[in-house]
Every structure is written in C-alpha cells, then in structure tokens.
C-alpha cells in the first residue's frame, strides 16, 4: 500500500487532527495573556580616546567588541537585576527577571539595545528603564578609571524606553498555523500507522498482489438484509446490475464458460450465501439452466435466503434416502433449481468427499448449464477445498472493511495445498461511487448480526 493510499483510506483522521492541532491553538491563544515589550538603547563611549580609537570600536575591534558583548551579559546579572528589583520593588527574583532582559549587539556597532518583556506594557518600559541606567553605573563602577579619575567607559542613553501600545503575543495567527501543522503532522503519523496495523481489505487494490481475477465487485447495500435477492430490487438497480456484471465477467474463466462453480470465502459472514443466491438468479434470467447447491452441510443458509422449504436435500440424496428428482426445487419463472442442504449430518466432510457427492455432479452438470455450489468458508472446515477438487471454477467471495488480507492468503494457501486455485474473486459489501448512477454507497455500517447488511451463511 503506498502512502498516498494510506492517507487517502485515513483521510478522517488527517482532518480530524488538524481541525483539533488548530482549535487547540486557537483556545490557547485566545487564553494567553498579552505580552509588550519595551526597549532601551545606549551608546557605549570610552573616554579619553581620539576618533580613530571610536571608529576602531564601531568597525568591531575585538578588544572593543569583547567588552561589549560583556556588557550585555552584564545586564541579565544578578548585580544588575537585584538593583532593578529593589529600585522598583519588584516580586520576582533576579533568576526570574532574567528570563524578561535581553541586552543584544548589532555587530559592527557599539549601541546595546535592551529589551524587556511583561504582561504590563507600563511596567515593560519602567524595567526597560531601570535596567540600562543600572548597567550604566555598574559598568562605570567596574571599569578601571582614566587617567584624570573619570570613568574609562561610559554608557550613554540614546533611546529611551517608551510604553508600548501594541502587545508582541501571542501570534494568533502564527500560532494557529503552527496548531494546524502539528495537528497535520500527527494525523499523517496516525493515519500511516492505522494503515500499517489495519490490513482488513477495503478496495481491489488490496488484493491486487495474490493475482486473482477481480471478477465481481458488489457494493453494500442497507437493504440486503432485508431483501437480499435482486429480483426484489429494480431491473436496473446497481445492486442488479453488479450481479449481471459478475454473470459476465464469469463467462470468460473458462472456454465455453464454466459448467461448475464452488462459491466460497475465508471466513463466516462474508456475503458468500447471497452471493451464490443472486449470482443463480442472474444465470438463469439469461436463460441458462442453472441449479444452486447448499453444501453447507454443517450452518445452510441457502434454504431461508431462497425462501423454500429446506428440511430434505443434498444429505438426504447422499445417504439414499431420498431420489434427485425427489429433493430438486424449481425456483420463479426462470430456470432456476435449488438443491438445499437437508438434514445436518454428523459427518458433513465425510459426505461432501464420498463418491456419492462426485456422481451427484456428474449427473446435475450433465442436467444444466451451471451448477453453482455454495460451500462452507475455507479456514473453518475442510469441506469447501474437497468440493474444490470436483468442479471447474472457485469463486472466493471476500468482504471489504472485514476480511484481512493475511486471511485472504490462507484460504487461497488451502486450496493450492489440494492442488486448486481460486479462479476469480468477488468483492463484496465495498464503499464506492457506482458509476452511471450518481450516488455514493457510503452508508456502511455494520449491521447486529456483523453480516454488514448482507445476508450470509456463517
């Protein structure tokens, strides 16, 4: 799966993300107090020094430049900010104020700018203030004196703080944006890790890599519980016309068409049952002969999907107790014959791989145009690869946002073990727009009975 797939399928774990990284922000910001910011310059002058010595201070003369880059250390230290402190009686410790001074240098200069950050623009400025004519005594009481007794340096305001009228935080705007790409950022992480862990089958492309014929794609549908057979939907429904797609698309697994044809599924609930049922009923509107067994011997579904009397069948025939003729049922009015499981035996495998099962279809092929089985899933019992072995074509019915890929591959591993294959793929219960309709299936859910809307036999 690539990533683009990945952040595609998880694309609601994306946006929720980043709708939440920038509300989350946008509540921070908007509880955040305002912050102002006051600034202070002051030239730095040695006395006693002609106007080359000056010019040399300016253009970065290292001796120059290393004290002033002292002094701006000087600013946030103790001996400066317990001054301040006292000076204004101030609440803070001089650890804490330092956290608010910031003494900065443009290189190749000799002005310090002091800047001082409160919640209180007025008291910005005031600190701003304190700080730069504190420095200034420090440094006149630290520095060695001229010759003529005067101070060597001298620290000379040339800017003056003023209050500020505009706070400098916080940055709504940068804030939320950095609040959308973290949340972004985590959605993709999230999204791509969901991706990794979540193998379920959700689209052809999932599949695309165990090299089976895609040969049906059949979209949920929130009625199929309730009606599960297409002839009570309308001649053109999608539903109607996915199975008419499958129908077709069969003809060509095999020269001639396949005569028949084993439907079956890695695991239970997967609509392999309504499947069968509505793949019958599609046959035998294009005038095909078309008979459907319930090989379910041990959970049959098909009997109550059909809507027919099930209590004598297949097991009946098996064990002699009953004749073809006798335990066949014509179904509507097209050619269409059900053949339901009968009574469950205690021995299903048993039954389904005795020479009695092999001669029943010989004798149904030779009957109909197709003969459709419907057989219990692949990695629950046995049944389904020995039937495997007496019919032409394997259709595996897989159901989309539900069966993993890992169990995909075991129930084509079973079949390949008896020396089969599965010669197409169906895709069912699938979220996607149906083209030529103009509307999306997208109502997916699952339904009590974790059928997902698709009546089934476990």
């Given at each position: 799966?690539?990533?683009t797939?990945a952040?595609?399928?998880?694309w609601?774990?994306?946006a929720?993300?980043?709708?939440l990284?920038?509300?989350?922000a946008?509540?921070v910001?908007?509880t955040?107090?305002p912050?102002y910011?006051?600034t202070t ?5 040695v ?18 430049q290393q004290?002033?880059?002292?002094y701006?250390?000087?600013?946030s ?10 000076d204004?009686d101030?609440d803070?410790?001089p ?6 001074v910031?003494?900065t240098?443009?290189?190749?200069t000799?002005i310090i700018?002091?800047?001082?950050t ?10 701003a203030?304190?700080v730069?004519?504190t420095?200034?005594?420090?440094v006149?009481?630290i520095?060695p ?18 209050t500020?009228q505009?706070?400098?935080?916080p940055?709504?705007i940068?804030n939320?944006?950095l609040g959308?790409?973290?949340?972004a950022?985590?959605?993709t992480a ?18 695309a890599d165990l090299?089976i014929?895609?040969v049906g ?8 519980d309730?009606?599960?057979l297409?002839v009570?939907?309308?001649?053109n ?5 996915a199975?008419?797609?499958?129908r077709t698309?069969i003809?060509?697994l ?12 890695a ?6 049952t ?7 009923i599609?046959?035998?509107q294009?005038?095909m002969r078309?008979i459907?067994i ?6 049959p579904?098909?009997?109550?999907t ?11 025939l098996l ?9 066949l ?9 059900i ?7 205690p ?11 092999e001669?029943?279809l010989e004798?149904l ?5 197709v003969v459709?089985?419907d057989?219990?899933?692949?990695l ?6 020995l039937?495997?072995t ?13 069966t ?7 129930a084509?591993d ?15 219960k ?18 009590p009975t974790g059928?997902?809307?698709t009546?089934?036999?476990?």
């Amino acid at each position: 799966m690539t990533i683009t797939h990945a952040l595609l399928r998880g694309w609601w774990i994306l946006a929720a993300c980043t709708a939440l990284g920038g509300t989350a922000a946008a509540l921070v910001t908007s509880t955040t107090a305002p912050t102002y910011r006051a600034t202070t310059s002051y030239y730095v002058s040695v006395a006693g020094q002609d106007t080359a010595s000056a010019v040399d201070i300016a253009q970065g003369s290292a001796a120059a430049q290393q004290k002033i880059k002292s002094y701006t250390e000087l600013a946030s230290a103790p001996r400066v900010l317990q001054t301040v402190i006292t000076d204004l009686d101030l609440d803070v410790t001089p650890a804490e104020l330092a956290r608010q001074v910031t003494a900065t240098v443009r290189t190749g200069t000799v002005i310090i700018s002091i800047a001082v950050t409160e919640s209180d623009a007025a008291k910005s400025a005031k600190i701003a203030e304190s700080v730069g004519t504190t420095l200034a005594a420090v440094v006149s009481q630290i520095e060695p004196a001229s010759v003529d007794g005067a101070p060597s340096v001298k620290l000379e305001e040339v800017t003056p703080a003023v209050t500020p009228q505009t706070p400098i935080g916080p940055k709504t705007i940068m804030n939320i944006v950095l609040g959308i790409g973290g949340g972004a950022a985590v959605g993709t992480a999230l999204a791509l890790l969901r991706a990794a862990l979540d193998t379920r089958i959700r689209t052809t492309t999932d599949v695309a890599d165990l090299g089976i014929a895609l040969v049906g794609d059949i979209a949920f549908d929130a009625e199929a519980d309730r009606r599960p057979l297409i002839v009570r939907d309308e001649a053109n429904s999608p539903r109607t016309e996915a199975f008419r797609s499958l129908r077709t698309n069969i003809q060509f697994l095999r020269t001639g068409g396949p005569r028949s044809i084993a439907v079956t599924s890695a695991r239970p609930s997967e609509g392999k049952t309504t499947t069968t049922a509505n793949l019958a009923i599609a046959l035998s509107q294009s005038g095909m002969r078309t008979i459907v067994i319930d090989a379910d011997l041990r959970r049959p579904n098909l009997a109550k999907t059909m809507g027919i009397e099930g209590a004598v069948g297949l097991t009946d025939l098996l064990v002699g107790r009953a004749e073809l003729d006798d335990v066949l049922q014509p179904w509507g009015t097209d050619s269409l014959t059900i053949l339901p499981a009968g009574t469950i035996p205690p021995n299903p495998s048993e039954l389904i791989g005795s020479e009695a099962m092999e001669h029943v279809l010989e004798e149904l092929t030779a009957r109909f145009d197709v003969v459709l089985i419907d057989t219990p899933p692949l990695l629950a019992v046995t049944d389904a690869t020995l039937i495997s072995t007496l019919v032409s074509t394997t259709l595996l019915v897989s159901a989309a946002n539900q069966t993993k890929r890992s169990e995909l591959r075991l129930a084509v591993d079973a079949l390949e073990r008896v020396g089969q294959h599965a010669d197409g793929l169906v895709l069912t219960k699938t979220k996607h727009k149906i083209s030529g309709y103009g509307y999306y299936r997208s109502e997916y859910t699952n339904s009590p009975t974790g059928t997902a809307g698709t009546a089934d036999a476990p």
